[in-house]
């Protein structure tokens, strides 16, 4: 009798074993498809990113061989200065007004000018600014802007740049820089891009005008601008 009650207690034993590792082997399954599942998920949304990301450089490619587009074109016409004084208490007192010209020389690219600065500087010392409203310019077109500084400033100038007001004064010229910031957006067919802040630098060389009268050789010559910042976009 008690042979066969150990025999049934092994037999117990080993129907234990076997549910154990029935069960362990299942688990084990559960967990190597959930992790294969995992992986497959993971692999294909990489694999969705990378063909997004391969798609959109194809598509710059593609779209700066046939747009090829070019920087926009700022050139100051005309300036007139009329007051350009520095008094005892660095007080400016300064009346200038500027012509700008904006050209879009592009046959596919639109801009839209959502803002546009202009600022005044003597010797890295701003002294006057204006803004203008937004505007749309189409391809292939020409805009022109006149802004006017005009008014008094206490600034504070180092005296090696009161020498050079000084020479400027006794020469009737004034090295003044123009600088214009812009909120613009780009129109490519259907295409927008985000707004980018460019900026645009003029150098000038502004005669002084006595009465309406320009000392001779002292004409202003029509000045190009340059591009602070680089698009890649742009050639």
């Not at 234990?16 to 692999?43: K, P, W």
């Not at 074109?73 to 012509?99: C, E, G, M, P, W």
């Not at 046959?107 to 600014?129: C, P, Q, T």
């Not at 803004?131 to 020409?142: A, D, I, L, V, W």
């Given at each position: 009798m008690a042979t066969k009650s150990n025999r049934r207690h092994n037999?117990?034993?080993?129907?234990?074993?076997?549910?154990?590792?029935?069960?362990?082997?299942?688990?084990?399954?559960?967990?190597?498809?959930?992790?294969?599942?995992?992986?497959?998920?993971?692999?294909?949304?990489?694999?969705?990113?990378?063909?997004?990301?391969?798609?959109?450089?194809?598509?710059?490619?593609?779209?700066?061989?046939?747009?090829?587009?070019?920087?926009?074109?700022?050139?100051?016409?005309?300036?007139?200065?009329?007051?350009?004084?520095?008094?005892?208490?660095?007080t400016l007192h300064y009346d200038l007004s500027v012509n700008i010209m904006i050209r879009n020389p592009n046959r596919r690219v639109g801009i839209y000018y959502d803002n546009i600065e202009m600022l005044a500087f003597y010797k890295d010392?701003?002294?006057?600014?204006?803004?203008?409203?937004?505007?749309?310019?189409s391809h292939k077109n020409t805009s022109f802007l006149k802004a006017v500084f005009r008014g008094q400033k206490v600034i504070a100038l180092s005296s090696d740049q009161i020498r050079e007001l000084n020479k400027g004064t006794k020469n009737g010229v004034y090295a003044i820089v123009v600088k214009v910031f812009l909120k613009a957006r780009f129109k490519f067919g259907f295409f927008k891009t985000w707004e980018g802040n460019p900026k645009v630098g003029c150098d000038l060389q502004v005669p002084l005008k006595s009465g309406n009268e320009i000392s001779s050789g002292n004409e202003f010559l029509a000045t190009n601008c340059d591009w602070d910042d680089k698009w890649w976009l742009f050639r």
């Amino acid at each position: 009798m008690a042979t066969k009650s150990n025999r049934r207690h092994n037999n117990d034993n080993l129907d234990g074993c076997c549910c154990s590792r029935c069960l362990c082997g299942c688990f084990n399954c559960c967990c190597r498809c959930l992790c294969s599942c995992i992986g497959y998920f993971f692999n294909y949304i990489l694999s969705i990113i990378c063909n997004i990301i391969i798609a959109v450089v194809i598509f710059a490619v593609l779209f700066w061989l046939i747009v090829h587009p070019n920087y926009i074109k700022f050139t100051i016409t005309d300036a007139s200065l009329t007051q350009f004084n520095f008094r005892n208490n660095n007080t400016l007192h300064y009346d200038l007004s500027v012509n700008i010209m904006i050209r879009n020389p592009n046959r596919r690219v639109g801009i839209y000018y959502d803002n546009i600065e202009m600022l005044a500087f003597y010797k890295d010392v701003r002294f006057g600014s204006q803004t203008f409203g937004k505007f749309f310019q189409s391809h292939k077109n020409t805009s022109f802007l006149k802004a006017v500084f005009r008014g008094q400033k206490v600034i504070a100038l180092s005296s090696d740049q009161i020498r050079e007001l000084n020479k400027g004064t006794k020469n009737g010229v004034y090295a003044i820089v123009v600088k214009v910031f812009l909120k613009a957006r780009f129109k490519f067919g259907f295409f927008k891009t985000w707004e980018g802040n460019p900026k645009v630098g003029c150098d000038l060389q502004v005669p002084l005008k006595s009465g309406n009268e320009i000392s001779s050789g002292n004409e202003f010559l029509a000045t190009n601008c340059d591009w602070d910042d680089k698009w890649w976009l742009f050639r």
